[in-house]
């Protein structure tokens, strides 16, 4: 090994900490630069504030016109919660059926074979 | 008579190829100190993976005629070939590089500037090193291991102070593995609790074409303008070039999982079986391991001052909490950044913007380290 170019810690600390700079400064310019010639980036969109607000107003303006629209809310019988409502909707829609729940009845079908397969079901669990 | 007189000899002879016979006090102490790692490593949690096997090769190391310091060839010489001879620095480069997201580096290239700034420690423990008597070389070596980077120091530490390989090994490792720890006080020490709260605005998103070509040409520039840092560098990029080119998983997962586990393994082994008695019970390794901290404490600090200028140039939008991150354990840097965010301002989520200053830290020692290897050579 050669002898090194110097000895004093100072000098060494210097250069060695402006050479880091230097490299590190250079490599986010090079970031710069291949970001600048990408071919495939998304052509920046000009945001403008007020241009944002008149298509927030806009896009309201959409939504409550068709939420007025659309029909009334479902005809529910009394003595069944919200909850249940929400539920039925949900399973609906998960379904992948589209379309409004228009009314909600309790029938008292007791033949039905929801009605019979529960009490076995509670049975065969104990 | 003669069957005594034959068990005895056997028996003197059995003794004196023990571990019993040449076992030293010294010896004692150092597989105190493995257990105590061990402890550490797999009780309290300090980085498993890294100290559990540097404690298992430190109480190695200490059983007397073991052959592993001999000249003939066995697992424990391999691994140390491994290490002495560079092979194993850079193959753990390949599986950070496979496992690093440079993205949150390229959405905030200015991110550069605190991994950059986190070297200083790297620097006030050189100079701390030369007042306190090392030469130069040995100044340098000791130096990087503020820089939090063990494969790095294992580098530098072979070209420049080989006799000292050892103790720096095992002082980056150690206080890599000890990061939640040690920054946290400096972390609050340094910033008050509003520049803590700052919450940092979203990255942009960044293209693949911007990923895979940041590898190659990071490499074509560092590995032109700084030869002996060439194999570590060249070798992170490569493995960020196998994961984000999108057509090489299998590579990248060999890279990120199997090959870098089996490197792990050999390195931390191989740096505990450094812990040697003979070799680590030594005045200068207790001032290495002092240098250590200091470098470390120092390029922590360097981060966090650094983070706290551009917070105030961006106008309260950096948290000068991720400048901590500059030192490059990665990710346990970016981790530490998260947790004592997350504790100022629940919800304040910087790991990713961490993680920037933490790829940076990286790229900032190594080319330290070949800064120095150019001037020191």
């Not at chain 2, 993976?49 to 052959?67: D, E, Q, R």
């Not at chain 2, 690093?100 to 991110?111: C, E, H, N, V």
Request: glycine letters at 8%.
């Amino acid at each position: 090994m050669s002898q090194p170019v110097t000895t004093n810690p100072l000098i060494i600390m210097c250069i060695n900490m402006t050479v880091v700079f230097v490299v590190l400064v250079s490599l986010s310019f090079l970031i710069k630069l291949i970001h600048a010639i990408d071919p495939t980036k998304q052509p920046e969109v000009k945001s403008d504030d007020s241009e944002h607000e008149e298509d927030a107003a806009k896009e309201t303006a959409a939504i409550i016109s068709k939420l007025q629209e659309e029909k009334s809310a479902p005809v529910v019988e009394e003595g069944i919660s919200p909850e249940i409502i929400a539920v039925i909707t949900a399973a609906i829609a998960s379904c992948g059926v589209s379309g409004q729940v228009r009314a909600v009845h309790v029938v008292n079908n007791s033949n039905s074979t929801w009605r019979q397969n529960s009490p076995n079901k509670i049975l065969s669990k104990k | 008579m003669e069957f005594f007189d034959a068990f005895a000899v056997s028996l003197q002879s059995v003794w004196n190829d023990s571990g019993f016979s040449a076992f030293t006090p010294g010896n004692g102490i150092m597989i105190i100190v493995g257990l105590l790692l061990l402890y550490m490593a797999f009780v309290k949690e300090f980085e498993p993976l890294l100290l559990g096997p540097i404690a298992f090769g430190c109480i190695l190391a200490n059983f007397p005629n073991t052959g592993f310091f001999g000249e003939e060839m066995n697992i424990m010489q391999a691994i140390r070939f491994g290490i002495n001879y560079e092979i194993f620095p850079p193959l753990i480069f390949l599986g950070i590089g496979a496992m690093t997201d440079f993205g949150p580096l390229l959405a905030r290239p200015s991110t550069l500037l605190l991994g950059a700034a986190a070297q200083i420690g790297v620097f006030v423990a050189l100079a701390g090193a030369m007042i306190v008597g090392f030469d130069i070389k040995e100044a340098a070596a000791i130096g990087i291991i503020g820089g939090a980077d063990g494969p790095t120091s294992i580098y530098l530490a072979i070209k420049l102070a080989p006799h000292l390989l050892g103790a720096i090994a095992v002082a980056a490792y150690t206080y890599m593995s000890l990061v939640p720890m040690i920054q946290p006080p400096i972390m609050k020490a340094l910033t008050s609790q509003k520049e803590r709260e700052v919450v940092m605005q979203e990255l942009r998103t960044v293209t693949k074409f911007e990923r895979v070509v940041f590898p190659i040409v990071v490499t074509i520039f560092i590995s032109l303008l700084l030869p002996p840092i060439a194999a570590l560098l060249g070798m992170l990029m490569l493995g960020n070039l196998f994961r984000e080119s999108g057509v090489t998983d299998r590579l990248s997962d060999t890279a990120q999982n199997s090959l870098c586990n089996i490197v792990t393994i050999f390195l931390a082994t191989g740096t505990g079986m450094m812990m040697n008695a003979d070799d680590f019970l030594k005045a200068d390794t207790l001032l290495i391991i002092c240098l250590g901290l200091v470098a470390f404490m120092g390029g922590t600090a360097g981060g966090v001052i650094f983070g706290k200028i551009m917070c105030r140039m961006s106008n309260w939008t950096v948290n000068p909490l991720i400048g901590s991150a500059g030192v490059s354990a990665v990710p346990m840097a970016a981790r530490v950044s998260q947790i004592v965010g997350m504790k100022s301002k629940p919800g304040n989520y910087l790991l990713m913007h961490a993680m920037g200053p933490n790829v940076a830290g990286v790229i900032g020692t190594a080319v330290a380290a070949g800064t120095m290897l150019a001037m020191l050579k």
